[in-house]
């Protein structure tokens, strides 16, 4: 049984809006690093660097929404549906590697202070909170994406690091105090390892192929075995293929019946699966009678001895058995 419930239509407004955050980003860098240098400015030096992240980021996440809306093919039997986690992985790892250089950059600048130019500092910063807040909106609603999750998290940290950095150039201006611009950065350094860590364990969970974690295999089971003529339901494994599409397969014992009624009662369980859990890949092996599990895998039974020849039953609690296919 295949549904096909997706649309491309989501997926092309996500490519305008990264379009066009792409070109606006660019050039918000070019300035930044321009009047970055003028100014004196590690703060403004450091949201250059890290909107060139932003831009590497945007990048990433636009090949990997073109990737994922390819269509699978006999090399790769689930598509491209793990570029975006892929992509959002290595995002997430350029931030880690980023935050680390700005944090040394701001401590060299402890030791050996550089006057800058607060009002300079100022006016650029709030051209970039306009800017990151405005990409920051239109990634919002599709940021249960972990790939668009991962550009949203940039920007959106680019807004606040921005916005620190307006009040610390106000502080400068009043005080004097130089010291300033590097705390900002150690501080925009610290705000983009904590949401880089985030992205990393949730990648790696998907890419482990680990439970997701919207979801509770024991909820999974009693709804499973809730369903009419299921006795019970073993071997269960749920995983992602992206951060939105998840796949189950289990063996699955049954009450004794004929093949009409089986399957009435699979679409039972993948309606199930389908409209409470949201899991459209499914892969059950039904079974009459409970079979044992070898190493997370259900064994054959031992051959009947009949007059002294072995016979290996065939029937519903054996390997050769139908499976069913819910995409």
């Given at each position: 049984?295949?549904?096909?419930?997706?649309?491309?239509?989501?997926?092309?407004?996500?490519q305008?809006?990264?379009k066009?955050?792409?070109?606006?980003?660019?050039?918000?860098?070019?300035?930044?690093?321009?009047?970055?240098?003028?100014?004196h400015?590690?703060?403004?030096?450091?949201?250059?660097?890290h909107?060139?992240?932003?831009?590497?980021?945007?990048?990433?996440?636009?090949?990997?929404?073109?990737l994922?809306?390819?269509?699978?093919t006999?090399?790769?039997?689930?598509g491209?549906?793990?570029?975006?986690?892929?992509?959002?992985?290595?995002?997430a790892?350029t931030?880690?590697?980023?935050?680390?250089?700005?944090?040394?950059a701001a401590?060299?600048?402890?030791?050996?202070?550089?006057?800058?130019?607060?009002?300079?500092?100022?006016?650029?910063?709030?051209?970039?909170?306009l800017?990151?807040?405005?990409?920051?909106?239109?990634?919002?609603?599709?940021?249960?994406?972990?790939?668009?999750?991962?550009?949203?998290?940039?920007?959106?940290?680019?807004?606040?690091?921005?916005?620190?950095?307006?009040?610390?150039?106000l502080?400068i201006?009043?005080t004097?105090?130089?010291?300033?611009?590097?705390?900002?950065?150690?501080?925009?350094?610290?705000?983009?390892?904590?949401?880089?860590?985030?992205?990393?364990?949730?990648?790696?969970?998907?890419?482990?192929?680990?439970?997701?974690?919207s979801?509770?295999?024991a909820d999974?089971?009693?709804?499973?075995?809730?369903?009419?003529?299921?006795?019970?339901?073993?071997?269960?494994?749920?995983?992602?293929?992206?951060?939105?599409?998840?796949?189950?397969?289990?063996?699955?014992?049954?009450?004794e019946?004929?093949?009409?009624?089986?399957?009435?009662?699979?679409?039972?369980?993948?309606h199930?699966?389908?409209?409470?859990?949201?899991?459209?890949?499914?892969?059950?092996?039904l079974?009459?009678?409970?079979?044992?599990?070898?190493?997370?895998?259900?064994?054959?039974?031992?051959?009947?001895?009949?007059?002294?020849?072995?016979?290996?039953?065939?029937?519903?609690?054996?390997?050769?058995h139908?499976?069913?296919?819910?995409?």
């Amino acid at each position: 049984m295949h549904v096909h419930a997706k649309t491309d239509a989501p997926k092309s407004g996500i490519q305008s809006i990264l379009k066009f955050s792409l070109c606006l980003t660019l050039l918000y860098i070019l300035a930044t690093a321009w009047f970055g240098l003028r100014a004196h400015s590690l703060a403004l030096l450091s949201e250059a660097g890290h909107n060139l992240s932003d831009f590497l980021a945007l990048g990433l996440s636009f090949v990997a929404v073109y990737l994922q809306s390819r269509p699978a093919t006999e090399d790769k039997t689930f598509g491209y549906q793990r570029a975006g986690v892929l992509a959002a992985f290595v995002n997430a790892l350029t931030l880690i590697v980023l935050a680390g250089w700005i944090a040394i950059a701001a401590i060299h600048r402890f030791a050996d202070p550089v006057i800058v130019q607060p009002r300079l500092m100022m006016y650029v910063a709030a051209a970039g909170v306009l800017m990151n807040g405005a990409i920051a909106t239109l990634l919002w609603k599709f940021s249960g994406d972990v790939n668009i999750r991962s550009v949203f998290l940039h920007m959106l940290g680019d807004t606040l690091s921005t916005a620190a950095v307006i009040l610390g150039g106000l502080g400068i201006l009043l005080t004097g105090l130089q010291w300033i611009d590097p705390l900002l950065s150690l501080i925009i350094a610290a705000m983009i390892l904590w949401s880089s860590i985030g992205i990393v364990r949730e990648t790696l969970h998907i890419l482990l192929e680990g439970t997701p974690r919207s979801l509770n295999l024991a909820d999974i089971r009693t709804a499973m075995e809730k369903v009419p003529g299921v006795v019970n339901v073993h071997d269960l494994h749920i995983w992602s293929l992206g951060s939105q599409s998840h796949a189950l397969a289990s063996h699955m014992q049954v009450i004794e019946m004929d093949l009409g009624e089986s399957e009435a009662l699979l679409e039972r369980v993948n309606h199930q699966l389908r409209d409470h859990f949201g899991i459209n890949h499914t892969t059950i092996q039904l079974e009459i009678t409970d079979c044992p599990t070898v190493d997370g895998c259900c064994s054959p039974p031992e051959p009947e001895v009949i007059d002294g020849h072995s016979h290996h039953s065939h029937g519903p609690g054996s390997h050769d058995h139908s499976h069913s296919h819910a995409h």
